[in-house]
């Protein structure tokens, strides 16, 4: 029902920075919940941020201060503005709708902080 379709992502040096969005189409309802998450390699996916559509943000710890969460509803767009990368934060990111009972996933994208 909903298709959740990310771009941005690459390989950046520690200290830069980095945008993720991802554009969401189908049957999105007119309240919802819109993420990122991660997954560096052999740990699990974790929470980086969310948003509400009505604008209530949550962030993980480590990143908050650091990444800021932020969405288009008129686009049904949310996007992620990454600064200050450390190496910490190399994985891969995935963006997440959630909306009544379901939950979709995007495709994902690989960050990494590397010198």
């Known amino acids: 029902q909903v298709q959740l379709v990310q771009s941005g992502g690459g390989l950046v040096e520690p200290g830069g920075s980095l945008r993720l969005s991802c554009a969401a189409s189908g049957s999105i309802f007119s309240g919802n919940v819109m993420g990122w998450y991660r997954q560096a390699p052999g740990q699990q996916r974790e929470l980086v941020a969310t948003?509400?559509?009505?604008?209530?943000?949550n962030y993980e710890d480590s990143v908050a201060g650091r990444f800021t969460i932020s969405r288009n509803n008129a686009k049904n767009t949310v996007y992620l503005q990454m600064n200050t990368l450390k190496p910490g934060d190399t994985a891969v990111y995935y963006c997440?709708?959630?909306?009544?009972?379901?939950?979709?996933w995007g495709q994902g994208t690989q960050v990494t902080v590397s010198s």
């Open positions: 948003m509400t559509s009505g604008g209530y943000t």
């Open positions: 997440n709708c959630r909306q009544g009972d379901s939950e979709y």
